[in-house]
């Protein structure tokens, strides 16, 4: 939008800056009537504007061979923002899902996906005993008396066996993608409509590759 000086001025009302007659320029009053309605505003949609929602880094990943099958190893950083924790201490459980998937490369037909796996890890918080409760898939559980050392137990998880030793070939070079998030999918009924339009349960990391080749 182009504007012209006149714009500069206040406007003759009541809602305008104080008469500034006699002590200075005009131009000057306005433009300084002006800056501190842009400042003004400016504060307005800063605090209002919602907090952006934190991401997931994925420090480290690898896979290794053992007696059970392959096992896959994960660390995570990350905090959890003021509203997921204002969520979790009312009694909300939250559950962040690992998926990872490998592939090996064919030059005749698509790549084939050899391993297709997920987990999902829960925390809650009882509001009578005090403690935070870690659960993976419904099996390990663990209690916690501060919210720190549960997420500890997200943050890195137990080793994982996600495929047998007989579901890779030895000696092939498989792709490995990982990626972890906040599955909204799993909240209580009432929660998911909120959570899908909430900024602060939009939290996941970016899928990331790596090779892996049995011996």
Not at 105 to 122: G, K
Request: aromatic content about 12%.
């Amino acid at each position: 939008m182009n504007l012209t000086q006149s714009a500069f001025f206040p406007p003759r009302s009541h809602s305008g800056p104080p008469s500034v007659q006699g002590r200075a320029h005009p131009l000057f009053a306005g433009l300084l009537y002006w800056l501190r309605q842009g400042l003004l505003a400016l504060l307005l949609v800063c605090a209002g504007a919602p907090a952006q929602a934190a991401e997931i880094t994925i420090s480290q990943a690898s896979i290794e061979p053992s007696d059970e099958g392959y096992r896959l190893s994960l660390a995570y950083a990350f905090e959890l923002n003021r509203g997921l924790e204002d969520a979790l201490t009312r009694g909300v459980p939250l559950y962040f899902t690992t998926e990872v998937q490998l592939t090996r490369r064919r030059w005749y037909w698509f790549d084939e996906t050899s391993v297709s796996a997920s987990r999902t890890v829960r925390i809650s918080y009882n509001v009578l005993t005090r403690q935070y409760h870690t659960a993976i898939s419904g099996q390990l559980q663990q209690s916690f008396s501060n919210l720190e050392d549960a997420m500890a137990l997200i943050r890195r998880p137990p080793r994982w066996i996600i495929a047998d030793n007989n579901t890779l070939k030895s000696g092939d070079t498989y792709s490995v993608g990982v990626r972890m998030r906040l599955d909204v999918a799993q909240l209580p009924k009432p929660f998911q409509v909120n959570a899908l339009n909430n900024s602060d349960w939009r939290l996941s990391s970016d899928w990331i590759e790596f090779t892996y080749k049995p011996e």
